[in-house]
């Protein structure tokens, strides 16, 4: 389960259910997520998603997602976190000994 071992709902505020239906409410029940051509994705938003990652509950900070859009855009988030936390493996190319300064 995408819950198991997370310690996010525990950080949620007490009044989560009521900020989700008024954040839901606020954006006309709408998927708020808009694409590289600047249109809105529109399709039935059930989730209440957090703009900038962390524990920024304000209003301003929340929008109405449809599953598809949260799913992607929580993934591609966790990659961005794990990809920070990788050990690099890749090693800067020698330079030929008669192209050194």
């Known amino acids: 389960m995408a819950w198991e071992g997370s310690t996010r709902r525990a950080r949620l505020p007490k009044d989560w259910p009521r900020t989700r239906r008024r954040i839901l409410r606020r954006d006309g029940y709408e998927c708020q997520t808009r694409f590289s051509d600047g249109r809105l994705c529109g399709l039935p938003a ?13 209003d301003a900070n929340l929008q109405a997602l449809c599953t598809w859009c949260h799913t992607h855009k ?16 890749h090693k800067p190319a020698p ?3 008669a192209l050194e300064d």
Do not use: L
């Not at 929580?74 to 493996?89: L, M, P, Q, Y």
């Open 95 to 97: 330079i030929h000994p």
């Open 46 to 58: 059930n989730q209440v998603d957090h703009i900038e990652p962390g524990n920024d509950h304000r």
């Open 74 to 89: 929580s993934s591609s988030e966790g990659g961005t976190a794990a990809a920070h936390t990788r050990v690099r493996t």
